[in-house]
C-alpha cells in the first residue's frame, strides 16, 4: 500500500501522526512477543505433525511432554492470531435443530403403571437392534400390559416410521379391532414415536399416546424387560443365522405367548391368562 500511497496521506487517514509511525519502526520487539513467536514455531510443529488435529489443549499437552510448559489458554491465544484452527467433529445437532426436530412429545399417562384390568387398555412399544451374522436388524414390538401378551413383533432393516405402524397395525388386527379409540400406546421419546407421521397414525387409528421421561427406561420398564428376555433366549430356542431369523422370529411369538408361563401370570402363559379372562366375562 505504501507503494501507492505516501506514509503522510496513509497516517492521516488513520488518524496516526508520522512521527509515531516512525518511533515504531524503530521501536525493538518485545521480549514477549519474541517468546510467542518461538512458541508459535513449536506449536505450528506439533499442528503439523498431527496433521490439524490437534487442539490447543493437546498441543500444550504435547509441548508440556516435549520440555516446554505452556498454559492451554495461551496456545489457543496463539493459534487464533496465527489462524490455526484445530479439524474438529462437528456435533450432529444444536440446541436449535433439537428444538425443532422435538415433534411431539406426549404426557407420561402411564406413570409406571403396569396394571391394567382388561385387555386393550395399556399397551407398550418399542424398538431395538440386534446383529446377526454381520447384519443389522431393527425389531419393534408391542405388549398388552394386561396378559403380558406380546401382540407384535415386526423386524425390518431400517428403524422408520413403518415399522412402528406395521408394528401397532399387526396388533390392532391381532386382537381383531376397528379402532384403537381408548387404548393407551406408551413408548420412549424415540424420534419415529415423536415424529409428525406418528401423530397421524394416532388421530387415524385413535388410540392415545403415552411417553416415557427422557431418558429413563425404567417408564417402560416391561417392554424393557421383554428385549432383555428375547435376546437371553432366543439364541438357546433357535440357531441364529440370517437366513432364518425373521422366520424364527414369529416362531418365538407363538412360544412366548402360547408356552411361556409368566410368574407375573400365575404361572400361566400369556395366552392361558387371556382365555381364563373370557370364560369370566
Known amino acids: 500500500m505504501r507503494k501507492d500511497y505516501s506514509i503522510r496521506l496513509l497516517c492521516t ?30 506449536i505450528k510443529r506439533a499442528y503439523t505433525l498431527h496433521k490439524g488435529t490437534y487442539g490447543a489443549k493437546r498441543i500444550a499437552k504435547y509441548l508440556s511432554s516435549k520440555g516446554t510448559l505452556v498454559n492451554h489458554k495461551k496456545v489457543a491465544r496463539i493459534m487464533r492470531e496465527a489462524n490455526l484452527k484445530a479439524t474438529v467433529r462437528r456435533p450432529k445437532t444444536t440446541k436449535e435443530s433439537k428444538g425443532k426436530a ?19 387398555q395399556k399397551w407398550v412399544t418399542d424398538m431395538t437392534e440386534v446383529l446377526v451374522e454381520n447384519q443389522k436388524y431393527y ?52 424420534s419415529v414415536y415423536r415424529s409428525y407421521e406418528h401423530y397421524k397414525l ?12 427422557k431418558a429413563n427406561c425404567w417408564d417402560n420398564a416391561v417392554i424393557e424387560s421383554f428385549f432383555s428376555q428375547l435376546k437371553t433366549e432366543f439364541p438357546c430356542l433357535f440357531k441364529v443365522n440370517s437366513h432364518s431369523f425373521q422366520q424364527d422370529l414369529k416362531r418365538f411369538t407363538q412360544y412366548y405367548n402360547e408356552r411361556r408361563i409368566q410368574q407375573k401370570l400365575g404361572f400361566v402363559s400369556p395366552k392361558d391368562y387371556y382365555l381364563s379372562y373370557q370364560k369370566i366375562v
Open 13 to 42: 487517514v488513520l488518524g496516526a501522526s508520522t512521527s509515531g509511525y516512525y518511533a515504531y519502526l524503530k521501536r525493538p520487539k518485545s521480549q514477549v512477543s519474541v517468546e510467542d513467536y518461538k512458541l508459535l514455531t513449536k
Open 102 to 120: 422435538a415433534g411431539h412429545v406426549y404426557e407420561n399417562l402411564l406413570n409406571r403403571d403396569f396394571q391394567a384390568s382388561h385387555p386393550n
Open 139 to 190: 425389531i419393534s414390538a408391542l405388549v398388552d400390559l394386561f396378559n403380558r401378551e406380546l401382540l407384535a413383533l415386526q423386524v425390518s432393516s431400517n428403524p422408520n416410521q413403518e415399522l412402528i405402524k406395521a408394528t401397532i397395525e399387526t396388533a390392532q388386527k391381532r386382537r381383531k379391532l376397528k379402532s384403537l379409540e381408548g387404548i393407551v400406546i406408551h413408548s420412549d421419546q424415540g
Open 202 to 213: 394416532a388421530k387415524k387409528l385413535k388410540f392415545t399416546p403415552s411417553m416415557s421421561r
